[in-house]
């Protein structure tokens, strides 16, 4: 009962505006995506946080009824609020579990976190996983299980395959986009470009760069120390300009847009293991991976401490996104947003990826 109630006090609190103050800022950097510095009597400025928001905004304007909009929010089933926009629904459904959204008057949802991942070890016997890592090391305790993917209805993993995996695969025709120069800090959203160019639908790089969630902390250095947003939330900075502030964004928000497309197929591969992400390309679906720009493991040096809303965390402005097109026993063969390599040893691309948190997304098929 105590979550429904907070549930109920987000949904109407985050429907309101956010507060946010703009700050100058000074940049040096030559490498990766750019290195931020703050004058020393320069502050950054946090978003709120969500509780923030409810003790700030209950106290001043205690709500009086829900909010009608165009995008229904429900958690198991209860409806608990309407919102104008999908985005302020999705901030405030994305804290609790069993929740989907749904326009009015549809049927379908267009966004929910349920389990998508079911694991099968036979026709009859399953269990359910939110997270594609865990169910696949979950499935490996089997020589004959499978996952089945819930939304699109299909397998997109088995054991049989993983143990049949050919030795190399190319896809051809996944289409080279570059990012340079519109979008100095594009490269995840260039290389999402390039899969849904593949599939069809012919998205522009800069439309992508306008509907990526963005996360509006304000960072920068102060006395060493980095501030910044969570690249998890959103894309932190500006990604047209490397003159001001910018790092970049995870895998989750690009998740979410590329779900905007493919609601049923789009798949959340971070967590699994290297080989899981080639089953894929074996049946030549490209797959979008986090790596750096050099395309190896990187020394802790190349790392730095960033102090987020959520917690300190760690980050290197080599951070690079890419999307891996083929593969044989030496080699994986990628494109390049910034179009300087088309191929990197295996073992070292493979380290890459590992050390930048396994971070993939795909479509189930």
Known sequence: ???????????????????????????????????????????????????????????????ESPQRGMYQVFVA??????????VQAHDAASSFDNVFIRQVGSHSAVWDNYPPFFVFFDETTYDEFLDFGEAVAYARRSPVSYIYHR????????????????ESHMIYGVPQIYQLPALPRGCEVTSLAMILNFRGIYVDKMQLADEVRRDPTQGGIVNGRVYMGDP?????????????????????????????????????????????????VA???????????????????????????GGERSATWRMHAVVITGYDQSHIFFN??????????????????????????????
């Open 1 to 63: 009962m105590k979550k429904v109630i907070i549930a109920l006090v987000v949904l109407v609190i985050l429907a309101g505006s956010g507060l946010g103050v703009a700050v100058l800022f000074v940049i040096r950097g030559d490498y990766g995506n750019g290195e931020p510095v703050l004058a020393a009597n320069q502050v950054p400025v946090y978003r709120l946080g969500a509780a923030e928001q409810i003790s700030m905004e209950l106290l001043a304007n205690p709500p």
């Open 77 to 86: 089933g209860l409806l608990l609020g309407e919102f104008e926009t999908i």
């Open 151 to 166: 939304r699109d209805q299909s397998r997109i993993w088995s054991h049989e395959e993983a143990r049949g995996l050919p």
């Open 232 to 280: 998890n939330y959103g894309f932190i900075g500006n990604m047209h300009d490397i003159t001001e502030f910018g790092y970049g964004v995870y895998h989750r928000p690009i998740f979410d847009l590329l779900r905007s497309y493919y609601p049923n197929q789009a798949v959340d591969l971070t967590g699994a293991e290297f080989d899981d992400l080639l089953q894929f």
């Open 283 to 309: 049946r030549d679906i490209p797959v979008w991976i986090v790596t750096n720009t050099r395309f190896h493991y990187l020394p802790s040096y190349q790392f730095f401490t960033a102090h987020t809303p």
């Open 336 to 365: 390049d947003p910034l179009g300087n390599a088309t191929f990197a040893p295996r073992s070292s691309f493979e380290a890459a990826w590992v050390q930048m948190g396994s971070q993939a997304v795909a479509l189930s098929r």
